[in-house]
């Protein structure tokens, strides 16, 4: 299937490692000029060089998206280089396990800065540049917890509905100036980011690995993690041309985990 | 993006026109073997003969809301391809009207045909895909069951039973490999939508111009999709792209559709 993405500019927030990654290369792969950002120099150095072998001219940058002045360069940056954005994809953050006695409110803040309005200041500062050209589309990463929302994972909670609930208002607001907003809800990924979930498991709960990843493997009926490669392929296709009427919807890709009929 | 879905082999059901003609030749474009599944013997012909896609393709005369018809559906299809990965189940139509001008006997009809007829298709079909290592079951749900009105009952009570099946079955049949999801469309240029208008047209007065000149008004991209849009879903889920995706629906609507979730 043409994608039809060859020579479009897109932006991979969160790019250095995981699902950011994976959907840089995939992008890449389709003939996307990919920019990355991150926080973690080593790492971004070592994506963009995994980056320019599938497309010359991909370029990373350091940046954390809950700052909006740095937000902003990075945009800047980008539309210097290549005069237009097609393509954002809002997937930097983390995900935060805390229960209400042991969260501190400092870091529901920092996880809402990072996500929330770290997804919501990127979209306004892309928005001038997508209308400006005639379209474009741009796909939130948001994990399960807003559906499946659980005491022990009270700031991701409470932050990716936020971030559903940006996404389809935003998604509605713009629309006919035909860019698509939609969300992509992975959960229980192979990631660093699992495996260092995984990594504290075995340490509060005092067992082996096995015991404590079964855990996260048992937790969707295919009885495996995913792959970040398989939500950067959900990503590439909502951001291509083949689904020019998906707007303002939710795709999970959670190997069946969530429990919602309309979900 | 490659779907690898050459050589895989798909049934499509209410594939003479539409949403499921635009299926079927999308995933023989993908290089797939398509077996055309439909009740009107010469309305299938001529779309078969249209697609030009030689013995990549079949067709089966067959009643979804017939059990018998169902399981011979399923055996000429492994008889005609030797094999059966992916099941495409949308057949069916629109079922509307005011619950007091809708007798039970024709949601009834509806339901036999849109969830009994899956029901039986995957029942017959399951034992192929797991044979085969694994497979595809996606249903294609209108979106009254996500977006209930006054003037579509019948279809919200329907197309919401077929959500709950996709859900349920997605968790049986997830363990051996087989996916289960749903594509949802809603305000699709077909022969459909033009047959609504039509109707509106004798008992509203509106006429068809000023019905579509409205269409875009009720979606946020503010124009309707086609059938292809629909096709290019179907086909992504389809994939060996979409391999991790499991009970899940994705909306292919403009927007329209209101829920967060």
Redesign the interface.
Same mark, same amino acid.
Not at chain 2, 219 to 222: E, F
């Given at each position: 299937?043409?994608?039809g993405l060859q020579g479009k500019i897109a932006i991979v927030t969160g790019g250095s490692r995981g699902i950011g990654l994976a959907t840089a290369e995939r992008l890449a792969g389709?003939g996307v000029s990919v920019a990355v950002c991150g926080r973690d120099a080593e790492a971004l150095d070592a994506a963009l060089e995994k980056l320019k072998r599938l497309d010359g001219r991909a370029v990373s940058f350091i940046a954390d998206m809950a700052d909006a002045g740095q937000r902003k360069v990075l945009v800047d940056k980008v539309l210097d280089k290549h005069g237009r954005i097609d393509i954002l994809v809002n997937n930097a953050g983390t995900h935060v396990r805390a229960s209400l006695d042991d969260m501190t409110e400092d870091q529901l803040q920092h996880h809402l800065d990072v996500k929330l309005f770290g997804y919501l200041g990127m979209i306004r500062a892309v928005l001038p540049a997508m209308r400006g050209q005639g379209g474009g589309a741009i796909v939130n990463v948001v994990g399960q917890a807003?559906?499946h929302p659980h005491p022990d994972r009270i700031p991701s909670g409470i932050t990716n =509905?936020a971030v559903? %609930?940006m996404s389809?208002s935003v998604? @509605?607001g713009v629309?006919?100036d035909?860019i698509?907003v939609n969300t992509v809800c992975p959960q229980y990924i192979g990631t660093e980011l699992v495996e260092s979930i995984i990594g504290k498991e075995m340490v509060k709960r005092s067992v082996s690995r096995e015991i404590a990843a079964a855990g996260f493997t048992r937790a969707?009926?295919?009885?495996r993690l995913?792959?970040p490669q398989?939500?950067a392929?959900?990503v590439?296709?909502l951001v291509?041309e083949? =689904?020019?009427?998906? %707007?303002?919807?939710?795709?999970?890709? @959670?190997?069946?985990y969530?429990r919602?009929?309309?979900? | 993006?490659d779907?690898k879905l050459k050589g895989k082999c798909a049934i499509v059901t209410g594939a003479g026109s539409g949403i499921g003609k635009a299926i079927a030749a999308k995933l023989l474009e993908?290089g797939a073997r398509v077996m055309m599944c439909g009740r009107d013997a010469a309305k299938l012909d001529d779309t078969v003969a249209a697609l030009g896609a030689g013995d990549r393709v079949r067709r089966c005369i067959a009643d979804v809301g017939n059990a018998g018809d169902v399981a011979l559906l399923v055996q000429e299809t492994v008889a005609a391809f030797g094999r059966l990965d992916v099941i495409v189940s949308n057949a069916g139509t629109h079922l509307r009207g005011r619950i007091e001008e809708l007798p039970a006997e024709d949601v009834e009809n509806h339901f036999r045909t849109k969830v009994l007829g899956p029901w039986e298709l995957i029942r017959a079909g399951a034992p192929h895909m797991r044979a085969a290592g694994g497979g595809r079951i996606i249903l294609i749900i209108g979106q009254a069951?996500?977006v209930p009105g006054r003037n579509v009952p019948g279809s919200a009570v329907v197309n919401?039973a077929q959500?709950?099946l996709v859900?349920s079955v997605?968790?049986?049949?997830?363990?051996d490999?087989i996916?289960v999801n749903a594509v949802c469309p809603s305000r699709?240029e077909s022969p459909l939508s033009t047959s609504i208008d039509i109707d509106e047209e004798r008992y509203l007065g509106r006429s068809l111009e000023q019905q579509e000149s409205g269409w875009g008004d009720t979606?946020?991209?503010?124009r309707w999709?086609?059938a292809e849009?629909i096709a290019?879903?179907v086909?992504?889920v389809a994939?060996e792209?979409?391999?991790?995706?499991?009970?899940?629906?994705?909306?292919?609507?403009?927007?329209h559709?209101r829920?967060?979730?």
């Open positions: 299937m043409d994608l389709e807003a559906r =509905a559903m %609930a389809k998604a @509605d629309a006919r035909n698509r969707n009926p295919l009885g995913g792959t398989e939500i392929d959900a590439a296709f291509s083949r =689904a020019g009427f998906i %707007a303002g919807s939710s795709v999970s890709v @959670d190997g069946g969530h919602y009929v309309f979900g | 993006m779907l993908e069951g996500k919401a959500l709950a859900k997605s968790d049986d049949l997830g363990r490999g996916l699709i979606v946020p991209l503010g999709g086609t849009d290019n879903a086909a992504f994939s792209r979409a391999s991790f995706m499991n009970g899940a629906n994705i909306d292919v609507d403009g927007g559709q829920m967060i979730f």
